[in-house]
């Protein structure tokens, strides 16, 4: 990547992009996103 590239990709891009390239590298091992609860979720939980 050049350095243009680098000064105007977003960072949340960067990330993806080094977290990518880790865990094809098997540095890094994969994570399931969270889980995003909605309000009767939450509630039900009581």
Request: proline content about 2%.
């Amino acid at each position: 990547m050049q350095r243009q590239e680098i000064l105007v990709t977003r960072i949340g891009e960067m990330r993806d992009m080094i977290a990518c390239l880790l865990i094809d590298e098997g540095r890094m091992e994969y994570k399931a996103p969270k889980k995003i609860w909605t309000y009767e979720e939450a509630i039900a939980l009581k």
